[in-house]
C-alpha cells in the first residue's frame, strides 16, 4: 500500500504572483487545501458525504515552511499521508513541489479535528476514518522532516503593543459551501498585514523599493480556534516579537469582532532578500532600532 | 489509459459555482489553463522562454463535451495525452474526472499554435517539441 499520497498538481498562474515576483503566500495555502480536499476522500470522507452529514476534518494547527519561492509557469504537485492519529487528532502533511526541478517549494505540517461544520463542535473521530488514517500511518522518514520551530509561539490572548494590521469583513466569495471562510483568505489576511508591518516600523514601499527589497515568508506556525463565517466583522492585530541579523519574527491576532473571539493566531519567521538575486540579505535596520519595550517578545 | 498523464488535481471551490448549483464553464477552462502550465513542461516548452515572453502556445481551436456536473467541494483530476502536431501546431486531450467516483466529467480536445511572442506570429515547432511531441504522441480515440 504506497502511503504516500499524490494530492495535488497545478501550477502557478500570473495573477497568484505579487510584488516580489513570486506565488503569494496564500495560494501556495489554496493548494494545500486542495490537497487536503483529497487527503479526506482518501480517508472515507468523501465529498458527497461532507455534504451530507456537513461534517468532516478542519485544521486545528498548521505549521507552513516556504523552501523555495515560484514563479509564473512552474507546474507544481503535492504529495502528502499520515504521520501519526493521536487521540482523536489526525497529524499529517502536505509537502508541495516544483516539478521542473523536484524541490520542496512548501512544507505544510499540520494536525486536524473531525468537525460539525454547523455547530463548530469538535467530534470523536468515526471509526471508518480512524481506521483508513492508521493504515496511512507511517513516519516519512524519506520525506522533509521539520525542525522544531525557531522560537516561542505567539500566545492565544491579546498583547501589548500589537497594531490593526487588516481590517474587512468576510465576504461570501470567500467562503466555502458551509459559510467558513476559506484558509487561503485567511492566509491573504497575513499577506496583507506585511505591509502595515513595514509601515510600522518606520519604512515605506518606496523606501522597500529604492533599497530593491523584497519580503518573503520563511515558517508560519497557526493555531486555528474558531471558524470565521461569512459577513463576519474580522480584525487583524499584529506586533513584532523580535529582529535580529536576517530574521524577523512578527505575531498576529485574528479576531472575530462579532463575538470579540480570537479565532486565529499565527507566528511568523521572515527575511528580506535582494530582488535581483534573490538572495537574503540583513534586515533593514529600521526593524533593529524598533523600540524595544514595544517587541513582543518581553511579554511571551 | 495509455500516453495519458495527471495535468491537474484539485476541488471544486463554492464561489466557482453558479445559480445552477454547478460549476459554472468557465472555470472548466481554468483547468485546462492549470494542466497546460505541466504539459507545456512535458513537451519541453522552456519555463524561461515561457516566462520572459518569448515562446508560448496559444489555443486555436477547442471541443468540448461536458458530461457530468460538477458541485462545490467535489474532488477532481485532469488527464491530459498529445494526440496531433501539425506544422506550427499541437493538439492535446485533457479529460476530467470526478476523483470521488472516477466518472469522467469533462473533456476538451484543444489545438494550440507556438508563437514568437515578440511577433505574435504562429512560427514552426521547434526541432526539441517535436521530438517530444513524436514520443508522446497517442490515439486519443483508442484511448477514450
Given amino acids: ?300 | 489509459m495509455s500516453g495519458y498523464m495527471e495535468s491537474y488535481r484539485g476541488q471544486v471551490l463554492t464561489r466557482e459555482c453558479d445559480l445552477l448549483g454547478h460549476m459554472n464553464i468557465q472555470y472548466y477552462g481554468s483547468r485546462i489553463s492549470v494542466a497546460m502550465c505541466n504539459m507545456f513542461y512535458v513537451i519541453g516548452l522552456d519555463p524561461e522562454d515561457l516566462k520572459n515572453g518569448k515562446r508560448g502556445l496559444a489555443v486555436v481551436q477547442q471541443d468540448s463535451r461536458y458530461v457530468a456536473e460538477l458541485h462545490a467541494g467535489d474532488i477532481i483530476h485532469m488527464e491530459s495525452a498529445v494526440v496531433g502536431s501539425s506544422e506550427k501546431t499541437v493538439t492535446f486531450d485533457h479529460r476530467l474526472y470526478d476523483s470521488a467516483t472516477g466518472a469522467l466529467v469533462f473533456s476538451s480536445r484543444m489545438t494550440s499554435a507556438y508563437m514568437d511572442l515578440e511577433s505574435r506570429k504562429a512560427i514552426s515547432l521547434s526541432n526539441a517539441i517535436r521530438q517530444k511531441v513524436n514520443d508522446l504522441m497517442t490515439n486519443g480515440e483508442d484511448a477514450a
Avoid at chain 1, 516519512?140 to 509561539?153: D, I, N, R, V
Avoid at chain 1, 506585511?194 to 523606501?207: F, P, Q, S, Y
Avoid at chain 1, 470565521?228 to 541579523?245: M, N, P, Y
Avoid at chain 1, 493566531?265 to 538572495?279: E, L, W
Fill in chain 1, 1 to 300: 500500500m504506497n502511503k504516500l499520497l499524490s494530492l495535488y498538481r497545478g501550477g502557478v498562474e500570473a495573477w497568484e504572483c505579487d510584488q516580489m515576483r513570486h506565488m503569494n503566500v496564500q495560494f501556495y495555502m489554496s493548494k494545500a487545501s486542495d490537497a487536503f480536499a483529497h487527503l479526506q476522500n482518501t480517508l472515507g470522507l468523501s465529498p458527497a458525504l461532507i455534504r451530507s452529514t456537513r461534517k468532516g476534518l478542519r485544521f486545528k494547527t498548521i505549521r507552513t515552511q516556504y523552501k523555495s519561492e515560484v514563479h509564473v509557469g512552474t507546474p507544481l504537485y503535492g504529495l502528502g499521508g499520515v504521520r501519526e492519529v493521536s487521540g482523536d487528532l489526525i497529524v499529517g502533511f502536505i509537502h508541495i513541489f516544483n516539478a521542473i526541478n523536484d524541490g520542496l517549494s512548501a512544507v505544510y505540517e499540520f494536525t486536524a479535528d473531525y468537525a460539525d461544520y454547523d455547530t463548530d463542535a469538535s467530534l470523536p473521530l468515526p471509526d471508518e476514518v480512524r481506521t483508513a488514517a492508521e493504515e496511512l500511518v507511517d513516519p516519512h522518514t524519506e520525506s522533509f522532516q521539520l525542525k522544531p520551530f525557531a522560537g516561542t509561539f505567539m500566545p492565544d490572548r491579546p498583547l501589548n503593543h500589537m497594531f490593526d494590521s487588516a481590517r474587512g469583513s468576510v465576504d461570501v466569495w470567500e467562503c466555502d459551501q458551509f459559510d467558513h471562510m476559506e484558509m487561503r483568505h485567511i492566509v491573504g489576511y497575513f499577506s496583507d498585514a506585511a505591509t502595515h508591518i513595514i509601515n510600522e516600523v518606520g519604512l515605506t514601499r518606496e523606501v522597500i523599493r529604492s533599497r530593491n527589497l523584497g519580503s518573503a515568508a520563511l515558517d508560519y506556525h497557526s493555531e486555528f480556534h474558531a471558524p470565521i463565517r461569512k459577513s463576519t466583522a474580522i480584525l487583524l492585530k499584529s506586533g513584532l516579537i523580535d529582529a535580529e541579523g536576517k530574521l524577523f519574527r512578527f505575531g498576529h491576532n485574528l479576531f472575530d469582532m462579532d463575538t470579540g473571539k480570537l479565532a486565529v493566531t499565527t507566528t511568523v519567521i521572515g527575511c528580506y532578500f535582494d530582488m535581483a538575486t534573490r538572495k537574503s540579505v540583513p534586515i533593514p535596520k529600521e526593524f533593529t532600532d524598533y523600540p524595544a519595550g514595544k517587541l513582543l517578545k518581553e511579554q511571551m
